[in-house]
């Protein structure tokens, strides 16, 4: 799993250094473009992935003990609420990076 994250991490490093220090060029334009849908794309899938694990822990929680639901229902809202806000802060500095950088 640490190996994975190493990979990841590096290789989202290598794809988007490109599109750091393009000036205007209309190569390295559609490489920025690649680069920022590529870390959206990252981003809401893992999200997703997140938004998942949580919905499940949550009805086992309620299927264990049935009269905790009200709880567990509003702190599942409320998580999801967290996670998702997650990938609406990518979106925004995907969006910074393909049009202000």
Not at 55 to 79: F, M, S, V, Y
Request: proline share 2%; glycine share 12%; charged share 10%.
């Amino acid at each position: 799993m640490k190996a994975a994250k190493i990979l990841l991490t590096t290789l989202a490093m290598v794809l988007t250094a490109s599109a750091a220090f393009a000036a205007g060029d209309p190569a390295i334009m559609s490489a920025k473009a690649y680069a920022t849908a590529l870390g959206m794309g990252i981003a809401a899938g893992l999200c997703g992935i997140g938004q998942g694990m949580g919905l499940k822990g949550a009805c086992e929680g309620i299927a264990r003990n049935p009269e905790a639901g009200g709880q567990l229902t509003t702190t599942l809202i409320l998580g999801l609420a967290f996670v998702e806000s997650l990938a609406i802060y990518a979106l925004v500095v995907n969006l910074i990076l393909l049009f202000v950088v």
